[in-house]
């Protein structure tokens, strides 16, 4: 019996060390047990590990098992990002460019921003994309916008597949192509993309470089409507008036 009594506090002694390995710190965060979480990715961050460096960074930023601090998010970004981390990277060009840890810097942001994008991360090529489409940090240039949205949707990234949709759609930065437009509309909208799916239903609507179908334009308005999305819910509501028998009343 001294045996068993032994092994089972034994056991409770082991489950209830501080997380010593990059998975334990994460296997702690999935528990929710944040602080300690928190204590062993600050003890690997500050030996170099850079996903510790990350994540502690991230953890800093929203507040999750220590006190929020936006300087010491950053702080921990920046490390992560001087050795390459991608998702670091992207993160210290978000807080550049609004201003949070660090003083707000629109060509910073694009300079961090860019060295995730070249290192084929989707959100940063978005954001890289939206800095030339807008000329935030760097000189505007809708083509380049086109080439790093293009990136990030052939990736799959909705918002950025919506993004160049409507320059297509446009002829903004590219030949106009409405075909195309079209195309990457329903791509995004698939992945449910609120504004995609109402772009779809206007061009089902008005058979604008899709075969007209009134029925296919309410089903994409009712999927944005469901969303919150007023523009859509605005068409439904005025379709409810329509006497064409194909559009179903909503």
Same mark, same amino acid.
């Given at each position: 019996?001294?045996?068993?009594?032994?092994?089972?506090?034994?056991?409770?002694?082991?489950?209830?060390?501080?997380?010593?390995?990059?998975?334990?710190?994460?296997?702690?965060?999935?528990?929710?047990?944040?602080?300690?979480?928190?204590?062993?990715?600050?003890?690997?961050?500050?030996?170099?590990?850079?996903?510790?460096?990350?994540?502690?960074?991230?953890?800093?930023?929203? @507040?999750?098992?220590?006190?929020?601090?936006?300087?010491?998010?950053?702080?921990?970004?920046?490390?992560?990002?001087?050795?390459?981390?991608?998702?670091?990277?992207?993160?210290? &060009?978000?807080? $550049?460019?609004? &201003?949070?840890?660090?003083?707000?810097?629109?060509?910073?942001?694009?300079?961090?921003?860019?060295?995730?994008?070249?290192?084929?991360?989707?959100?940063?090529?978005?954001?890289?994309?939206?800095?030339?489409?807008?000329?935030?940090?760097?000189?505007?240039?809708?083509?380049?916008?086109?080439?790093?949205?293009?990136?990030?949707?052939?990736?799959?990234?909705?918002?950025?597949?919506?993004?160049? @949709?409507?320059?297509?759609?446009?002829?903004?930065?590219?030949?106009?192509?409405?075909?195309?437009?079209?195309?990457?509309?329903?791509?995004?909208?698939?992945? @449910?993309?609120?504004?995609?799916?109402?772009?779809?239903?206007?061009? $089902? $609507?008005? &058979?604008?470089?899709?075969?007209?179908?009134?029925?296919?334009?309410?089903?994409? $308005?009712?999927?944005?409507?469901?969303? &919150?999305?007023?523009?859509?819910?605005?068409?439904?509501?005025?379709?409810?008036?329509?006497?064409?028998?194909?559009?179903?009343?909503?």
């Amino acid at each position: 019996m001294k045996r068993i009594a032994l092994a089972v506090v034994f056991l409770i002694a082991v489950a209830t060390l501080p997380a010593q390995t990059f998975d334990d710190a994460i296997a702690a965060y999935q528990r929710g047990e944040f602080g300690v979480a928190a204590k062993a990715l600050s003890k690997l961050a500050e030996h170099g590990d850079v996903n510790a460096q990350f994540l502690l960074g991230a953890m800093y930023d929203r @507040g999750e098992g220590v006190r929020q601090d936006k300087l010491e998010a950053a702080r921990w970004f920046r490390k992560a990002a001087e050795q390459g981390l991608a998702e670091a990277q992207f993160s210290l &060009g978000n807080m $550049y460019d609004n &201003g949070e840890g660090v003083p707000r810097d629109l060509s910073e942001a694009v300079r961090w921003h860019r060295k995730a994008a070249e290192q084929a991360y989707a959100p940063a090529q978005l954001r890289l994309g939206a800095a030339y489409y807008d000329g935030d940090g760097v000189r505007q240039d809708k083509l380049e916008a086109a080439r790093w949205f293009r990136k990030a949707a052939e990736q799959g990234n909705a918002k950025a597949q919506f993004n160049l @949709g409507v320059m297509y759609y446009d002829g903004d930065g590219v030949r106009q192509d409405r075909v195309e437009a079209a195309r990457l509309f329903r791509k995004a909208a698939e992945q @449910g993309d609120a504004k995609a799916q109402f772009n779809l239903g206007l061009m $089902y $609507y008005d &058979g604008d470089a899709v075969r007209q179908d009134k029925v296919e334009a309410v089903r994409w $308005y009712r999927k944005a409507a469901e969303q &919150g999305y007023a523009q859509a819910q605005s068409a439904l509501r005025l379709l409810g008036e329509d006497q064409t028998s194909r559009v179903p009343k909503p």
